[in-house]
């Protein structure tokens, strides 16, 4: 490739470079518009917040409509009951507004990957969730509000969030914690202890690969019969594949696509059993 730069005169290489250029900005444009823009108007440094496109909205119900056996329409009816809950955005908006932490947080109430958690909890009805890693507490908001719903069609349901930062979980207050818990403390620490089946497992605490293939590992004894487990490092980490290869289960992976954000997406790994 050098050989062949240097084999064409100056000019030549210059206009080039100009060619490449003018032909493939389009696939990078975007990214960097949305880039410059968020820099002037969001505060977020991590965790960030945003919507999935509606393509891959529906690419996510088709796959879990796969897993669960139920039809795509269910689940996105699911997606849309979450992204519509005017309580939960007014809830937001108001433990934000009260909280030391408004000046770092944006007021975008976007729920991205979390709407497949929140779908999955509306179909399994799982009577004990954990999702270690609260943050904010925007997933453990979400979940506990499909937890709410359930409960109103007969179906009692718990949540426990792990988190080793004693602030975590500013977000989750009012009829959300009234089905859920905190568990401080090392994500580890809180698993070893736990002596409750677990139906559904969300691992987004630290995000090591050791650290997220050792949580699978504590509670692998844990898991219901019929036991989900979400990863929120699967687009980076292989763990839950593993995990879930050494464990007779199956792994599929959602990759998300954020709706006019920079950020390239996160994903969920889903381990179940068929
Ligand atoms: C990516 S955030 C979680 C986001 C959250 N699940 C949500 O839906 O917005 C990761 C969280 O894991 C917590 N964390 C990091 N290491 C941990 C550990 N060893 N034990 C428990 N929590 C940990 C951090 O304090 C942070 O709040």
Redesign the pocket.
Known sequence: MKNFLLNIPAAGRIILFFYRMIKTYKYVSGIVKHYVKWLFVSRET??FIYELNKKNKNYLAALLANITGKSINEIIDYINEIESDQELINHFRMMISKSTESGKTDYNFKYGR?VGWYALVRILKPKIII??????????C?LTSALIKNKSEGFEGYYY?????LK?GYLFDGIYKNHGEILY????E?LKKFDKKIDLF?N????SSE?EYQEYLTIKEKLSDNAVILG?NSHYSDKLYKFSIENGRQFLFFKEEPLNHWYPGAGIGISFKK
């Open positions: 991590t965790n979390r999702e270690t890693g609260v943050d904010k507490g925007m997933g453990s979400v969030g792990t988190d080793i930062n975590a403390g090392d994500s580890i809180t969300i987004d605490s630290d995000h650290y929120d």
